[in-house]
């Protein structure tokens, strides 16, 4: 049988979500939840982007589970919750997936059709220097994925199917076998670094933090533009800062940061190729809703005792 949990939101979601999880379950809001005289009693969190450890979930001694609204968990101390007994599972795909690629794709055309310049023409009378501009093409351009999971091959579909784009993958974690399966080349890392458009989008770990550094933004070409709509500290932001203002290369579009918000001083914030985003790519309307529900979802199978599809740490129940 069920029984209710009770559930600390601690990061905003969706009002559906929020309802669901309140049919079935007792709601610590996310609105001053560190404050709720309940919540030693806490047996589920939900969290989105705040980071959490045991700080946070060392004053839970009833809590079973933590629930990430999303697919990345670098913000969630896994192993600290494992040693707890304490299941982790995130909510991965779905719409989600594809808010966060066309995010990503939203960002190649701004770049590659300078968008925010050409805005700049029309309001400052300058309309007569378009005979001057060339501006870019995604149609029949070398598209470079770093990662190949659920985004990345959303992305490569809309980029392949949708633009004619030739598009190739590294993922060390994903067989070739599988990347020609879907139509994408697969390429090692330097040979990927030297498309037209790169794309980011893997998870961050040990093994790819800095994984884009000053070696590797040495290897892309001049006129190559790279988005980072999957996590901050994959790129390191000085080294890129340097290359966008030697012309190493043309722009970059970034939608995450190593910290967030990014302080005032960001060397990125003062380069006019560089546009930037507050970590919105997978903020849509259909994205976080489904996430939303998705949450509900696994909150209500471990109310059941059963254990979700996306648990991350199963050896708790070794």
Known sequence: MSSRELVCIIDPIHPLGMERMANAHDIIAPANWQDDPRLA???????RTSPLGPEVFGRMPRLKAIVKHGAGVDNIDIPAATARGVLVANTPGGNNSTAVAEGAVSMMLALLRRTREMDTLVRGNR???????????????????IGFGRIARCVATICGAGFGAE???FDPMVADEDIRAAGVEPLPLAE??????????TPLTEGTRNLIDTVELGLMAPHAILVNCSRGGIVN??????ALKTGQIAATGIDVFDAEPPSPDNPLFALPNCLLSPHVAGVTEAGMRDMALNVARVVDLVSLGERPDTLLNPEIFA
């Open 41 to 47: 009693e806490t047996s589920v969190i939900v969290i």
């Open 127 to 145: 309309w007569d220097e378009r005979w001057g501009v060339r501006l870019g093409d995604l149609t029949g351009a070398r598209v470079g994925l």
């Open 167 to 169: 598009v190739a993958a």
């Open 192 to 201: 990927i670094l030297k498309r037209d458009v790169i794309s980011i989008h």
């Open 237 to 242: 932001e000085a080294a890129l800062a340097e």
